[in-house]
């Protein structure tokens, strides 16, 4: 009993779930539709005429057919002008309201998708640091491309292509009811073998689907591993492994795609056929009718082109189901994406910081990553202005955590980070980012030119400050050389600087930000040993007249720091000025000691 009672709440619990997904995805796309809910309408309203145009058509033939023709051997021609006119009027008004459709459905579709791509955007941007290490930036680029393509899909032709579809088939048969109500009687019975083979091809469709998007979805990750990996397999001789499966994989799309290929190629033949038996029998049955004076000959005509006409709807209807299930899937992952709230809240009243010391404490700070075990059980710190401290440990003893905290990527659980007597989580955030500057070990340069890129520290600042920032560094000889100098485009098509160069560059952005705090986090593990040697001078200049928090394994930047902290499970098990350390014995003297030999034939002892 107790087992069928979990699996309920466990039914229950991803019922609630799925509701709670449906509930986002429809919330959504009500406030993408709300600011062009005029448009909209006006979209609609142009369906409703161009359709009305179309279907008037029939009935037009019709008129010329059983009145025009007798007018016309009577001697009085203006009957069968006025229904060819009409004919031609209607046709071209007909296609003049359907490109009006349109251009107006694109219009809305664009306006839709343009504001949904700039929420997705400006959300992502302003979630904390602890979701994208969470939700993978390939999830997130999907979000971006595949998600909005499918919703793209959907706006641009599949709303339209229904209510089109819908309108036509609507049409059709009221205006073959009102002309003839047995064709219409005909025309609705042969409804029902095309209705329930659309349901068919719906849910064979489903599978189908989810099968190929499935096979795709594996063929791309196999090509992306095997290219991204491609020193591994030449190394080890696994191309022709590597092709194998990567041969499977193709095999089990070209599968799905086959099944669908035929799928749709049995739902496009059975409703043709329905529609040919179903003209068949409207002019049989008409034919006998008019036979014996039962109906006119334009009304027969005018009831095998409603037929006609009727079940090529059918089919586009049957083919909007796939973009449907693909952008309502594609919906609900962008509410969900949307509905994540940052877990770094921006201050309610925040308090500003015009001119920054730079003075840090850490008061009985313990932190924890999400739900998991606690990093550090409890921190406490103090960094007067102007003074640099070291942090040195092994690995995942919580130095990077610490400098996490003080860019305020992370809040603590318990406890606060104060630059100069202010929480973090209350300093106003344009006063925080421009006094903490954060250098990582992952210098990221963006598209651009190299002086973009150390800009990017003080946007607006002049050439001759970017190249001061470069030399107070010692990268300006290096950008010098390069082609263009410092116009250079550091992208694809420009230059390829090494990991060591990017960090230099990072540097003359840090310089160039002035910031009254900076956080060094491995920023020197890309350097080589000339590198290192020519950053030692830029680092002094860099850290002078301002408090910095340096992480590094590389003990070449630690033994200028005024105090080095070493940590162990996120405690400080060592505290003191480099050479006091040394003296101590302890651990950091182990660590000097390593680091003395490792170098010491590269002259930098």
Known sequence: MSVSVRDEDVADAAGGREEGRRRRSVALLGSLLRPVRGPAWGTVLLVVAAQGAQVAGPALVAAGLDRGLPALRD?????????????????????????????????????????????????????????????????????????????????????????????????????????????????????????????????????????????????????????????????????????????????????????????????????????????????????????????????????VLYARRFFAPLSQIGMFYNSFQSANAALEKLATLLAEEPTVPAPQHPVALATPRGDVRFEAVEFGYGTGPVVLPRFDLHLPAGRTVALVGETGAGKSTVAKLLARFYDPRHGRVLLDGVDLRDLDPADLRRAVVMVTQEAYLFSGSVAANIALGRPGATRAEIERAARAVGVHDLVASLPAGYDTLVDKRGVRLSAGQRQLVSFARAFLADPALLVLDEATSSLDVPGERLVQDGLRTLLADRSAVVIAHRLSTVMTADRVLVVARGRVVEDGSPDELVRAGGRFAALHAEWRASVGGAGLV
């Open 75 to 303: 001697g009085d021609p203006v009957p069968l002008l006025l229904a060819a006119g009409g004919y031609v009027v209607t046709a071209l008004l007909g296609g003049v309201l359907t490109a009006a459709t349109v251009r107006a459905s694109a219009r809305v579709s664009q306006a839709i998708l343009l504001d949904l791509r700039r929420r997705v955007f400006r959300h992502t941007q302003l979630l904390s640091l602890e979701f994208h290490e969470r939700y993978t930036s390939g999830r997130i680029i999907s979000r971006q491309t595949s998600d909005l393509d499918a919703v793209r899909e959907l706006l641009d032709g599949g709303i339209t292509t229904l209510a089109t579809s819908g309108l036509a088939m609507l049409l059709t048969a009221a205006s073959l009811t009102v002309l003839d109500w047995r064709s219409g009687a005909v025309l609705l019975v042969a409804v029902i073998p095309g209705a329930i083979l659309t349901r068919w091809f719906q849910t064979r469709s489903q599978v189908t689907y989810r099968r190929s998007r499935t096979a795709s979805a594996r063929l791309i990750v196999r090509f992306v591993e095997t290219m991204t990996g491609m020193r591994a397999v030449q190394a080890f001789r696994r191309e022709a492994a590597e092709r194998r499966r990567y041969g499977d994989r193709a095999e089990e799309y070209r599968s799905a795609n086959d099944a669908a290929i035929r799928l749709n190629g049995v739902f496009d033949t059975g409703l043709t056929l329905i529609g040919n038996l179903t003209v068949a029998t409207v002019l049989v049955v008409g034919g006998l009718r008019v036979l014996h004076g039962g109906i006119d000959v334009g009304v027969l005509v005018a009831a």
